[in-house]
């Protein structure tokens, strides 16, 4: 009944699981660091929903079971070659699970000077 978030900057573990229940989650690969060139995810979500957010380039190979529920096969667009595999396995009973490609938003680092009109 409650959620979780892992965003910004952060090593992926070269395995991972993911529980929701009654509640929802984000994990966001889009400014995480690779540890390995294969990443597994278990992703398990009842009655919850869960999205899982990866960086254009990145490669994704998901197979999970929705039951009452959606967990999502297929991800749009395609990985580069040689870039990091994501391979995203689980169960959804009552929930969803969801895998997105989403670009990196561009930071302005500099901060701009304030003008006067």
Same mark, same amino acid.
Not at 87 to 90: F, L, T
């Given at each position: 009944m409650s959620?979780?978030?892992r965003r910004g900057r952060w090593n992926i573990p070269k395995r991972l699981t993911t529980f929701a229940l009654f509640?929802?989650?984000v994990v966001d690969m889009r400014y995480a660091d690779f540890t390995s060139p294969d990443v597994?995810?278990?992703s398990y979500s009842i009655c919850g929903g869960q999205t899982i957010l990866v960086p254009p380039e990145v490669n994704v190979d998901v197979h999970g079971v929705g039951v009452m529920g959606a967990f999502q096969q297929? %991800?749009?667009g395609q990985g580069t070659p040689g870039a990091p595999c994501v391979? %995203?396995?689980?169960f959804s009973l009552w929930g969803r699970v969801n895998v997105k490609r989403k670009k990196r938003k561009h930071r302005t680092d500099t901060p701009q000077p304030d003008r006067d009109e």
């Open positions: 959620g979780f978030e509640g929802g989650g597994e995810i278990r297929k %991800v749009a391979h %995203v396995r689980g």
